[in-house]
C-alpha cells in the first residue's frame, strides 16, 4: 500500500489513497472541490521510499475536499484562589475533511489511486459520524 507524507496548516499527515482524513480549515475552499497539497516530503510502499530535502519537488496529492465545519467545544476556566478573580473562556478549532484520490511521484506518474465511489455514500457516512459524536 503505498503512502505519502504531506505538510499542511503546519502539521504533518501520512496519508494514503481512499484515506478520509481531518485537517486544519483549508481558507477559500469550498466543499466537493478539488484540493492539490504540492509540500510532498516523502512517499513510497513497503518495500522503497523516497524522502525530500525538505520537500520533493513535482510530487503530489489530489483530494477532494469533503466539508468544512468546527470541533466540539474546549471550554478555558481561569481562577485565581483567594483573589475572586475567575475567566471563562470556549473555543471550537476549525476543520476540513477531505479525501485522499491520487498520489503522484516527482515524475507525475500515479503511485496509488482511491477507488471511485458515490457522492451519496460519503455524504452518510458524514452524517453518521456527526450523530455518533
Do not use: C, W
Not at 501520512?14 to 480549515?25: L, Y
Request: glycine share 6%; net charge positive.
Amino acid at each position: 500500500m503505498s503512502f505519502a507524507v504531506i505538510q499542511t496548516g503546519g502539521k504533518q499527515y501520512k496519508v494514503k489513497a481512499g484515506e478520509i482524513i481531518k485537517i486544519e480549515k483549508l481558507e477559500n475552499s469550498k466543499p466537493e472541490t478539488k484540493v492539490e497539497f504540492k509540500e510532498i516530503l516523502a512517499y513510497g510502499d513497503e518495500k522503497n521510499i523516497e524522502l525530500g530535502l525538505p520537500t520533493i519537488s513535482g510530487a503530489k496529492v489530489e483530494a477532494d475536499l469533503l466539508k468544512n465545519s468546527k470541533n466540539r467545544t474546549i471550554l478555558i476556566f481561569k481562577k485565581r484562589r483567594r483573589k475572586n478573580s475567575r475567566r471563562k473562556n470556549g473555543h471550537r478549532q476549525r476543520f476540513s475533511l477531505i479525501r485522499i484520490n491520487k498520489i503522484f511521484s516527482k515524475d507525475g506518474k500515479v503511485i496509488s489511486e482511491a477507488e471511485k465511489i458515490n457522492k451519496d455514500i460519503i455524504k452518510v457516512e458524514t452524517e453518521k459520524k456527526e450523530v455518533s459524536k
